[in-house]
C-alpha cells in the first residue's frame, strides 16, 4: 500500500478519535492503525474490525478518497450514439512522439502512412472505464487507446431503451454500443479489443453481430475475467443452499429494489460499511491490497445507481456467445482470470482458451474479480506483450510495469 495512504488513515482515525474525547485512545488506534498497516493488512479491513465508531470509518474513507489518485486520468473526451440514442462517453489517448510534434512534411507521391493500433478498452458491470487505470498509466503516450464508459454507467448517458420505453437490456445491445463508439473513436485502422467481465461478454457480442469487423480489423483481442456463458451455475462462493436461494429471489428482490431507488440510494448511505465488506469479498482475493485501491473500486460500485444494477442483471444469466469465439481463432488472444474469482470463475475462462487453442491462458493466483485492480503488473505485463506481438507497441518501445497495488505500491 502507498505510504501517504497509510498515513492518511492513520491520521484519520487519531483525528476522530480525538474529537470523540479520548487522547489515549487516539494514540491506542492510531498507533493500531499504523501497526496493520505496517504489517501490509488492508486498512479497510484494519478500519472495519476495530471497535471504533461509525464516525471514524467515515473519516478515513473520506482521507482515502482524498489521497488516493487513482481514477484520475483524462484523455481527449468524444461521444458516440447508439442505435436507441443513448449517448455514449469514452476518452483518447494518442501517441507522444518523441522529440515532440513531428514537423510537417509534404507528401508529393505514395499513400498516406497507416493509421495506427488503436486498443478499445471495455469495463465491467458496475464500473467504468477509470477501472483500467494502472493500465492506462502504463501505455500512455505509447499506442493510441480509447476508453468509454457503457451505457448506463460512469459518465455515459442512461440507456434510452430501458429509461424511455422499458426494453429489457441485453448483451447484444452492448456489443451495438461498442460498434457505435468504435465508429465515433476508431473510424478505421486496425484494432485490439480489451474486455473485462462484461466488458469481455459485450466484445464477444460485437463478434456474433460484426464477424466482417472482427475479420478486417481486429487484430488480438485480451479478455480478462470473462465468460462466454453458463453464467446462471455460478456459486458466488456460497454453499447450495444460499445458492438456490439466491437465484431463485435475486432478480425479483432487485427489481423491486430498483422501483425503489431513492430509498434504497440512502439505506446504501447508511449501511456503507457493510456495503465496503461486500464489495471487498466478491473484488479482492489477496489481503495485501492498497486501501486507496479497495476505497477506489468502493466508490465506482457505489456510484451505479441501484436500478442500473437491476436493469443490468437479468442479461447475464441469458449471456451465451460460445459460438462467437470462432470469430477470433485467427489471432493473438489473451485469456486471464483471477483464480479467486466468484463472480466469473476462472473456470470460465479456461472454457474460453479450451476453444481458443492458441490462445494465451494466464491464471492469476491470489487474485480476484478486479484483477487488474489487485495485480495490475501482471495483466500490463501480459498486455503489454500481446500489443508488441502485434506490432501495436514497437519492440523498442518501453511499457513500465507500472501498477504495483501491495505494501509498495506507488500512486499514479
Known sequence: MSESSAKAVAAAVASAAQEAGGWRRATGLAGAAIGVLAAGAAAGVAIE???VGRGVRRKARL???????????????????????????FEVDEVEPEGGPAPRRRRLFGRKAPAPVTVVFSHGYCLSQDSWHFQRAALRGVVRTVYWDQRSHGRSGRGMAQLRDDVPLTIDQLGRDLKAVMDAAVPEGPMVLVGHSMGGMTVMALAAQYPELIRDRVVATALVGTSSG???????????????AVRRVLPGVLKALGQQAALVEKGRRATADLFAGIIKRYSFASRDVDPAVERFAERMIES????????????????????????????PVLVLAGVRDLITPSEHSEAIADLLPDAELVLVPDAGHLVMLEHPEVVTDRLADLLTRVGAVPAGATVSGYGSTSSAARPG
Open 304 to 331: 451505479t445507481p441501484i436500478d442500473v444494477v437491476a436493469e443490468f442483471y437479468p442479461a447475464f444469466t441469458d449471456h451465451d456467445k460460445t459460438e462467437a469465439l470462432d470469430y477470433f481463432k485467427d489471432m
Open 49 to 51: 474490525r476495530m471497535t
Open 63 to 89: 482521507a482515502l478518497d482524498a489521497t488516493g489518485p487513482y481514477g484520475a486520468l483524462r484523455g481527449t473526451p468524444g461521444k458516440a450514439y447508439a442505435d436507441d440514442g443513448t449517448e455514449l462517453y
Open 230 to 244: 453458463r453464467l446462471g451455475e455460478v456459486n458466488f462462493g456460497l454453499p447450495l443452499a444460499g445458492v438456490n
